[in-house]
């Protein structure tokens, strides 16, 4: 082998070992920033923010198999989700939950309402009607393992905007509970599930109406 061939062949040798050497390190830093970015967050902007300067009320419907099932996830929904959107959306004011509550048990006909009538009933600028279309902690027949789902949507009407009798905003939210499968009630309890699900809801329907901070990768 001549001078050349031989100078040629000793720099792919050494770049094939360099390669190799490398590579291992490589994949480290690959799998480190991996996992930096499922454990980090970012922000991320409100998909609505008429509720800044204006006044609302939260309005929660559910199906009767669902109240039934769980008598207190309006109560909840509309507590939690009124108590949110009044601290954190920009609001000018709000019609107390409670006040909401006492008017939903004592007009059980508030059902055939629009939601300007109930904006109108309620004297506010926006009504926030959350329709929980399914809630429930296990998948049907198997009371053995918690698989909970919420399913729902967000509408917003503006009493004071130019079509009142059309939604302004309109998002879907499914939330699921617990993340690992198989999960039995020895491991954990009704109440905990139930809470975590609720929570998660909560928070996404929350979340629509001012800036915040998620994870990188959600559980849910």
């Known amino acids: 082998m001549k001078g050349g061939q031989i100078g040629v062949a000793v720099a792919v040798c050494a770049a094939l070992l360099a390669a190799a050497v490398a590579s291992p390190g490589c994949q480290i830093v690959g799998a480190m920033a991996a996992s930096a970015h499922r454990s980090g967050s970012h922000e991320v902007k409100a998909k609505y923010r008429g509720l800044e300067d204006k006044t609302f009320a939260v309005v929660v419907s559910a199906d009767r198999s669902i109240q039934a099932d769980h008598p207190d996830i309006v109560i909840t929904l509309t507590r939690e989700i009124s108590r949110r959107l009044a601290a954190d959306a ?3 004011g709000y019609v107390p939950p409670n006040e909401v509550l006492a008017f939903q048990f004592q007009r059980p006909n508030w059902v ?9 009933e309620f004297g506010v600028q926006r009504l926030v009607y959350v329709d929980l279309a399914e809630y429930r902690l296990t998948d049907p027949g198997n009371p053995y393992v ?5 399913i729902g949507s967000v509408s ?11 939604f302004a ?4 939210i499914r939330v699921t509970y617990p ?9 954990q309890p009704r109440d905990t599930v139930k809470l975590a699900l609720t929570t998660r809801f909560v928070q996404r329907a929350s979340w629509l109406f001012f800036d915040h901070t998620e994870k990188n990768v959600m559980e849910y």
């Not at 009407?157 to 059309?166: F, I, K, V």
Request: negative net charge; without cysteine.
């Open 156 to 166: 917003v009407t503006e009493a004071d905007g130019s079509m009142p009798s059309l």
């Open 169 to 172: 905003f309109r998002e879907s």
């Open 112 to 120: 055939a309402m629009t939601p300007q009538q109930l904006a109108e």
């Open 90 to 92: 920009g609001a000018s």
């Open 179 to 187: 993340d690992a499968e198989g999960v039995s009630p020895l491991e």
């Open 146 to 150: 918690w698989k909970g789902v919420a």
